[in-house]
């Protein structure tokens, strides 16, 4: 399995209130996912909260990562940074501590234009000798990204895979279609949005950035060996079992469903960062029921 | 003329490519605004590039105008972060290094909810003894306040203002008077976005939050004397005589097209924070020629 390919797991990463990371709370999580068989993790994603964590404790967050997976199981690691020295300086020391690969969104205050973007992904995949996913999070950058835009980044040494939305179901085939014969062979078109993933896998995406993964893997797992396996029957039995938990994300946000999912499983207490609110008992208990239903 | 009433004038805050504020040439543009006889200065707005500079450049940067300013004209400080207890230690330093008062936008990744805004506001409010306005800005936040939510804040000790985006024209009068009976007597009701504020005015609102009046504070100043006159014709007049520059802002964004015009009108050499990178040589002639056209 190369990096880039196969289920990514996005766990959060616990920290205290002043954004200290708990290593061994996060050790614990990794531990889980690993003994779960992941293909890679996604450490410091848009769940893991990247943009509220301080580039020391990015670092420090890497480096227990690394201990805690002994190189058995690849880590990606998120890059992003409004200025374009400090995402610079992330790539490099995520390279320092122990990263496989780094994840990059072009995260934005003033609204950015593509040509900026493009500067912006060369400097960064420039700065480190690690292989670069394109992170398109238009929910969170504000920044969409368009085909032709990864079609030339695809051209630039190191950048080698994107995470991409996951498109509408009946638009799957095409959108995978239209976009993979804009890139060279070899680049990995991946999907995340966690509800419509496996849909885009089918569709001949060859990787799945999971938020879903990072909290409980066995069941992403299976979900993504069938679509792997072209088994569409199959991929929508999983799809209707997890139907409760991507309403759970659509309702809340996926970022805070498994904070509380983590609290409820008893992996860790630690709550996001504020201004980022945890969930109240009701939503609470629902995410309970839908975690005993899938036998989490 | 009270703090978060009249003209304010938003300018860059000049750095260099590694994010250090060049404090001389901080202190130039903001004697020259002193000298336009601007009524406060809107330092580290959202074109004062708040969200690209460090913590310690910022304390800095305020500590610089206070004294270029001397106390005869007030400063208010952009203190938006994404974290709470950053934005809270942000209002803390504003306070120390003399600010007057606080502006602060709720700058999300993970978007946030009414409620996680209204728990920031509380919070950071209550961080310092300075009086604070809201910062509405949608298009760099991606959080938009609805009227409801800045009344409950006008509610909380030290929230005295609002600095909301420009209503359509059309729209200015029901707009001011359905937000000036939400909230209480001497809550300020101020505009940005430039090409609107003078009609926002116009209808009611008491202050203008401007860029173009960090870049041009006498053809600004006269516009809002203008609409705080009354004089509806004459701000027809002299938002006539700036709609060039209002077309530039809405195609180039307006931090690039002042940072050009900075350097045009030799007020300082500093560039925009990568990723955000300078207008080419022909959209420098063009505001070239717009700047020759008013004077500036």
Aim: with cysteine; hydrophobic share 50%.
């Amino acid at each position: 399995m190369t990096l880039f390919h196969g289920l990514s797991a996005f766990p959060i990463t616990p920290a205290d209130e002043g954004g200290r990371v708990d290593t061994g709370a996060l050790a614990g999580l990794l531990g889980r996912l690993q003994a779960g068989g992941v293909d890679s993790v996604g450490l410091l994603g848009s769940t893991g909260t990247y943009a509220y964590l301080n580039r020391a404790e990015r670092r420090r967050a890497i480096a227990a990562a690394a201990e805690a997976l002994g190189g058995r199981t690849p880590i990606i690691v998120g890059v992003g940074a409004l200025r374009t020295d400090e995402a610079m300086a992330l790539a490099r020391d995520a390279q320092e501590a122990g990263a496989d690969g780094v994840l990059l969104a072009p995260v934005s205050y003033t609204p950015l234009t593509e040509e900026e973007v493009f500067q912006h992904f060369v400097a960064v995949a420039d700065a480190s000798e690690l292989p670069l996913c394109i992170y398109n999070n238009p929910g969170t950058t504000h920044f969409s990204f368009s085909d032709a835009l990864i079609a030339r980044l695809a051209g630039v040494k190191r950048i080698v895979a994107v995470k991409n939305p996951s498109p509408a179901p009946e638009a799957a085939q095409a959108r995978v279609a239209a976009l993979r014969a804009l890139v060279p062979e070899g680049f990995a078109l991946g999907y995340a949005a966690d509800w419509g993933a496996a849909g885009a896998v089918l569709a001949g995406g060859v990787a799945w950035y999971s938020v879903v993964g990072g909290l409980l893997p066995k069941p992403a797992l299976a979900l993504m060996r069938a679509a792997q396996a072209g088994d569409a029957a199959e991929v929508r039995r999983l799809d209707a079992g997890l139907a409760p938990m991507w309403e759970l994300f659509r309702e809340y946000g996926g970022l805070r469903v498994v904070y509380a999912g983590a609290n409820l499983l008893g992996l860790t207490d630690a709550q996001p960062p504020l201004p980022i609110l945890p969930l109240d008992a009701a939503a609470r208990a629902r995410i309970g029921a839908v975690l005993d239903g899938l036998g989490g």
